[in-house]
Every structure is written in C-alpha cells, then in structure tokens.
C-alpha cells in the first residue's frame, strides 16, 4: 500500500530555533506537498515540488523553506520558529503528469509546537 | 481561480440517518474534484474522486457524491451514518490551468455521530 511517513507526531521546539520537518515517501511520486492545518481555517499550501531540487510557493511560504535533494524526501524547513507557526504540518505526495486531478496522499502529520 | 466552499462547518446525524455534506466549488477550468475524510490525529484519506468521468462517484466505506455542473456543486452523501464515520471531511478542487499543480482545499465540514 502507499506510504507517506513523517518523522516526527509530536515536536517542541522554541523561539528561534531552526526546526526541519521530515517526509519520506515510498510511492515514487513526482509531487511533494508541504500543508498546514489550522482549526477554521483547512489546510493551506506552504511549498511543493514536482522534481528532485525543484520547489514552488504555496498560499504562505513566509517563514518557511524546504529541501528536496532526493526523490523520496521532502523536508520543510522553519528558518527561525516563532509561535505563530505553532500548527499540524501535513506532508502529501502525488503523482506526476496529471497535476491538480490526482489524488494526494498524506502522513499522519506533524503537531508542532513553539514555546 | 479556483475555489471551494463547504457550506456547513458541522453537521450532526444520529446513527442510521443519511448523510449529507454539501460543497460548491468554482473554477474557470473543468475541475477535478476530490472528498478526503480525517479522523483525529490522523492524516487525511481519499474518500473518492471525480475527474470528468460519470458524474456520481461511489467511494469507500459507502459514500458517494453527484457532481453538478449547473449548479457547480459536488455534495457527499451515505444513506446511513455509521459511528466510525464521525470525522472532518474536506472537499477539495484542482485545475490544472497555468501549471498549478496543488489542490485547494474547503475548511472542513466536522460530522458528529449521535448513538
């Protein structure tokens, strides 16, 4: 079966630490996707990539960047964490060619907090 | 552009009643529509799909929703409610007009189970 991992459920850092957030996935998608979820507001694209070293903003990409030097691995990085990026940090992947009319496939998620 | 609207942030059913939740959506573009289902802590999961094929898609665990292009709709529906189907359903949109290859994602329509 697909299988998007994230490294971490449950994650605490504090003010302006560096924090990375690992996906790995086992699916050979083309397509990576960094979202937050936050109550009220769904989930909102931070960045995604459609190839290896390849990367695009999402709707909020401020504060954040990400890395994708293989394949498989997806990581979303927050260069300097604040409290407002306290949130669950969902990773997808998708197939490639068919863009928006595949269907993602998520992780568990990652519930971030920052102290 | 594109976009998505769930008409209902919560919706309570008592267990045997019919379900019903309700999404419009709008695109320039013939889009691509998705309903993925959450349950708590976890990430979220493809329900089903619709991509320009028949217009009523069946999905897992007996739900299905009708798109309705004139009234730019895409309502999900199961004839009973289940216990185990209290969870957050998202509907969810993709175009593939000028290279967007990311879905947008509705705000979550939260669906509680009565016994």
């Not at chain 2, 959450?38 to 089903?48: A, S, W």
């Not at chain 2, 509907?91 to 947008?104: E, I, K, S, W």
Request: with cysteine; net charge neutral.
């Amino acid at each position: 079966d697909v299988k998007v991992t994230q490294s971490s459920r449950y994650l605490v850092k504090r003010t302006g630490e560096k924090v990375f957030l690992e996906c790995v996935q086992d699916m050979d998608h083309e397509n990576m996707f960094w979202y937050r979820q936050d109550p009220g507001l769904g989930l909102r694209l931070i960045y995604f990539s459609y190839d290896v070293k390849m990367k695009e903003k999402g709707d909020i990409p401020e504060g954040y960047s990400v890395s994708r030097e293989k394949k498989e691995r997806f990581s979303l990085i927050l260069e300097s964490a604040s409290t407002n990026q306290t949130s669950m940090y969902l990773c997808a992947g998708s197939s490639g060619g068919g863009f928006s009319n595949q269907p993602q496939h998520f992780g568990d998620g990652t519930r971030l907090s920052i102290l | 552009a594109q976009s998505v609207t769930q008409l209902d942030s919560h919706v309570s059913v008592s267990e045997g009643t019919p379900v019903l939740l309700r999404c419009n959506y709008s695109s320039s573009y013939s889009p691509s529509l998705f309903w993925y289902v959450q349950h708590p802590n976890k990430g979220l999961q493809l329900l089903l799909k619709y991509t320009s094929a028949a217009t009523l898609v069946k999905g897992i665990n007996g739900f299905e929703a009708e798109f309705k292009k004139s009234e730019t709709s895409f309502h999900l529906t199961k004839p009973s409610a289940h216990m185990s189907d209290a969870a957050e359903y998202f509907c969810v949109v993709g175009v593939g007009d000028t290279g967007r290859r990311a879905l947008t994602f509705g705000s979550g329509t939260r669906l509680q189970v009565q016994p």
